[in-house]
Nanobody
Framework: QVHLEESGGGLVQAGGSLRLSCAAS?????MAWFRQAPGKEREFVDA????????NYADSVKGRFTISRDNAKNTVYLQMNSLKPEDTAVYYC???????????????????WGQGTQVTVSS
């Protein structure tokens, strides 16, 4: 079992930036970020394969969010710039087993999940 722990959430004004981190207890395959706003279903944000050479961004965050990973630290990051109030949500980190490097936006494809970190963007 792989444990994921997110950090870096908080309150920021519109136009500001935050950097989320997700530390895994051991090596994983592809990793992703999802988010869930109040009253809405959880949605895909972006994903990255094991080698970091392939990423997949949701249209709503393209050009503003950047995903990256440091395999030496078993950690994935989400750099969020130009934040908007509609980015307010609980952000979840997810991971696939080590032998699965391909990325996908399907929630069911990710076996391991963190508890989430709150991001609030004020207008």
């Amino acid at each position: 079992q792989v444990h994921l722990e997110e950090s870096g959430g908080g309150l920021v004004q519109a136009g500001g930036s935050l950097r989320l981190s997700c530390a895994a207890s051991s090596r994983t395959g592809a990793m992703a970020w999802f988010r869930q706003a109040p009253g809405k279903e959880r949605e895909f944000v972006d994903a990255i394969n094991y080698n970091g050479g392939s990423t997949n961004y949701a249209d709503s965050v393209k050009g503003r969010f950047t995903i990256s990973r440091d395999n030496a630290k078993n950690t994935v990051y989400l750099q969020m710039n130009s934040l908007k109030p509609e980015d307010t949500a609980v952000y979840y980190c997810a991971a696939r087993p080590l032998y699965i490097s391909s990325i996908t936006y399907y929630e069911s494809a990710y076996r391991y999940w963190g508890q989430g970190t709150q991001v609030t963007v004020s207008s």
